[in-house]
């Protein structure tokens, strides 16, 4: 009896947008956005704030609800924004799943209805799970609110929760209603949440963009000193990368094993257990690329003056480029812990190791196997590397860059 | 600044073989099936066998292992399969999911690795559900082993569990790596788990080929007395009409509030959980058809001649098109339980309520709300129905149909 080959095709849309006082009682943008999806209306809504972001923002609430009674003929604001406690815990405690779906339940939201998370980039992971498994999927709008949540995990199509201490053991790939990004909410970010995510950027410009890269190096300074219009640049550009490697891949849903954003995050998903994710996410990362670009260069693939570059330029966005759990020994073995993140990357993956390295400036290459006496003597290098006068690269001239 | 459209195509592909005995030592599919789609073996695989199917193929599993033992270049049998209870209790109790998800991080199973779940349409449902959400799909091969999960459950995108007294509030949309259809699991089933995947097939006949409808009425008779080359015809264009509307409806992941394949199912929903479960999926479906069906003819939109050819040929399959659970009142007021399925269908559902109800054998329509009267009308007159010799349709001579 004849077999059935099926092929089914589904398309994703959604936009990501870019503004300031989202919530404000003038911007259109989050009704806009929600006119253009919804054939039924008033819609049911549900608010869930990160609560670093409600205690930097005490009016926000407030401001939601004012926003939602002001367009009752469109939202229907279910109940007062609830606010949940983000970072990485919020991904470590499975409670926190069952309290949204409790309420999806409770409220009788459906896959016509709306939640919209604001925080960072652990919480918006946590929410946009539970929303993409309930009624096999709520629509979701993210609006993150830190650089990392902005530019890279907050605009993507993937979620997920940690468990039996593995880094997003559980989830989906989800795309989701829209992105609204509202730079307003960078203000209030501590130092450490504003230099990490940029961590990101440099990882994405390193296997995409060279002239990226060279903006990024250009405005180090300016960018660690907190300058809004060059975060901007960096944020749209950066998420603009990662959406179109992401969109033209030809592989957004991974069913391969190759995952060039991966770039840095073997060593970057082991570190962050490793330090009890004391380590922000962008710093691991930070410390990830640093480590894969030192072993490119100690393997011959990367120039040194490149190699030099990569380090000056995340030093000097005030990213530590070495941790000292780069150097832990197994309890029982004679093995560096971090060794261990290469096979549980490559489990991560799925089916064969794929690294991503650096073969210049603005161009990854892959590889399928890292030798580890050369992992550890880049560690070693790394331990006391400290910014130098990198030899001036041979490239052209580029005019100033304009954001 | 501006905004980013973003668009994500994925191509979803996977095949539904259909074939007879499939873990005997020659038989090639299996193999086939993961060599086709391996870049790199052994890979591993675990099997989880329906309670019911163990109970009934006691050498299955000792099958299993002897396959896999002789396939060592291609497969490698984590351990030995897993034997889980299936039925709809395999949907109700979230420990099921916990028992999957503990097993694919203790074996270290991947997304290029395959979890083959051998059971009915729940089971399927359950463990489909655990392999979609563990590292966002670990890949999954279906084995069905009832007519109903041969020709509708097991062959579609979705997946799911039971939470907060709902049917299927939690899933994902997740196509499976392949299915494979083994008709010898058939021979096994109880007389009702052998009629009531058949309700299914008279569901889709009725809203999208009137030749099959009457290829399953002038087979009534001998489907119902078990002969396995009408069966295998039934389930093989079952099967197809589903996959077909899947990926030609333009919706496949039903982002709309439009779903035909759920004729029948809005009643059906709500009386699973009226019955404690008692009631077969397929036999609340059967009701269900039979309600609905009712409903049109009493509109108006359907004439008397149809309505009696579903009803008959409902009934000579065996199917029952009343159960007292239609009539029970809710505890504290006057309404009939039955109706509250009609706004959880539509929370189900999302956006606006949709109903599917037949214009004439083989072709749907669909209504955006139904008369409750007249849905009490509908039951009652089901409650005295009995076969009655149909006055034969004005309808073209078709040959007979050969399988």
């Known amino acids: 009896m004849q077999t059935i080959f099926q092929s089914v095709q589904v398309t994703f849309r959604y936009a990501v947008c870019f503004t300031n006082g989202l919530f404000g009682p003038e911007n259109p943008l989050l009704e806009e956005v929600i006119r253009a999806q919804s054939d039924s209306l008033p819609t049911k809504v549900f608010f869930i704030v990160d609560g670093g972001v409600a205690l930097h923002h005490p009016g926000l609430s407030g401001e939601i609800e004012s926003y939602c009674r002001y367009r009752t003929q469109l939202l229907t604001l279910v109940q007062a924004p609830l606010v949940m406690e983000g970072g990485e815990c919020a991904k470590n405690d499975p409670a926190n799943v069952e309290v949204v779906y409790e309420a999806i339940h409770r409220l009788g939201l459906d896959r016509h209805s709306y939640i919209v998370v604001v925080g960072g980039g652990a919480l918006i992971d946590m929410v946009g799970y539970a929303a993409a498994t309930a009624h096999r999927g709520v629509r979701l709008i993210r609006v993150p609110t830190t650089v990392l949540a902005q530019n890279d995990s907050g605009v993507g199509v993937k979620n997920g929760i940690n468990a039996y201490n593995k880094k997003n053991f559980l989830g989906t790939f989800a795309p989701p209603a829209a992105v609204l990004n509202d730079f307003d909410f960078l203000c209030t ?73 991966d770039f840095g995050h073997w060593a970057a998903h082991k570190l962050e257990p490793l330090t009890g994710y004391t380590l922000r996410h962008g710093e691991a990362v930070a410390v990830g690329i640093a480590l894969d670009t030192t072993y490119a260069y100690l393997s011959g693939l990367l120039a040194k003056s490149d190699w030099q570059r990569v380090l000056n330029v995340l030093l000097a966005l005030g990213l530590a480029v070495h941790t000292p759990e780069l150097s832990l020994y197994h309890d029982r073995t004679d093995a560096r812990c971090i060794l261990q993140g290469l096979n549980e990357f490559r489990e991560h993956l799925g089916g064969k190791l794929t690294i991503m390295l650096l073969a210049r400036i603005g161009q990854g290459i892959e590889v399928h196997e890292m030798d580890e006496d050369k992992i550890i003597e880049s560690i070693e290098l790394l331990a006391h590397y400290q910014i130098q006068p990198s030899q001036e690269p041979c490239r052209e001239q580029t005019p100033a860059l304009v954001y």
Chains 1, 2 share one sequence.
Do not use: N, T, Y
Not at 211 to 234: C, N, Q, T
């Open 189 to 261: 970010l501590c130092e450490r949440d504003w230099r990490s995510g940029m961590a990101e950027a440099v990882k994405v410009a390193l296997i995409k963009d060279a002239k990226f890269f060279e903006f990024i190096e250009e405005h180090a300074g300016v960018l660690s000193g907190r300058d809004m219009p060059a975060m901007e640049h960096l944020i749209h550009r950066c998420a603009q990368l990662h959406l179109e490697h992401i969109a033209g891949s030809g592989d957004p849903f991974e069913f391969g094993s190759s995952r060039p954003l």
